[in-house]
């Protein structure tokens, strides 16, 4: 009997736990969304710039300003390989929060390298519930799975003191 109350509070707690990885996720979209119009607006005018300027893409005007003698231009290129190093990273993250399923999101959300950003997402955050019916789904059959795994030496030590 203990060991039932113990599987359905463990359960609920962890199905709280885990039907959070997809509203984080929305929050870390919602977070990453006007940094990435920004950035776009920026790489948008690198290409026109190139085009306007005869340069095929923006790749091909930034390593022609990088081989500029001058150190200002230089450097200014420079800043503009970074910003579309990060225009590229930031694509790369929001297709796999927004596209991603559910153990993708939360094995990105979750790695080291995100922990900075993560925090400052989790400023904001409030806890919800989804509104996708697969993220519900994988959000229960997780908490199953984890709260039978966790459960399970509790059964069987019961079981074998309750035979003895």
């Not at 113990?6 to 609920?12: H, V």
């Not at 039907?19 to 870390?28: A, E, G, I, K, R």
């Not at 920004?38 to 190139?50: D, I, L, M, Y």
Request: net charge positive; proline share 4%; hydrophobic share 45%.
């Amino acid at each position: 009997m203990i060991v039932n109350l113990l599987d359905k509070l463990l359960f609920g707690g962890i199905l709280l736990i885990v039907l959070q990885v997809p509203v984080l996720s929305d929050h870390y979209v919602q977070y990453l969304s006007g940094y990435y119009e920004a950035t776009k607006h920026q790489v948008e005018g690198f290409r026109s710039n190139a085009v306007r300027h005869g340069y095929p893409d923006e790749y091909a005007m930034i390593n022609d300003l990088l081989q500029n003698p001058n150190a200002v231009i230089k450097d200014d290129a420079r800043q503009k390989k970074q910003t579309l190093m990060e225009f590229d990273k930031l694509n790369q993250t929001l297709s796999t929060l927004i596209h991603g399923n559910y153990f993708e999101r939360a094995w990105f959300i979750s790695s080291p390298t995100q922990w900075k950003t993560l925090e400052k997402v989790l400023v904001n955050f409030k806890p919800g519930i989804p509104l996708s019916i697969n993220d519900l789904v994988y959000s229960v059959l997780i908490a199953l799975l984890l709260s039978t795994l966790l459960t399970l030496p509790l059964r069987v030590a019961f079981i074998s003191r309750a035979r003895a």
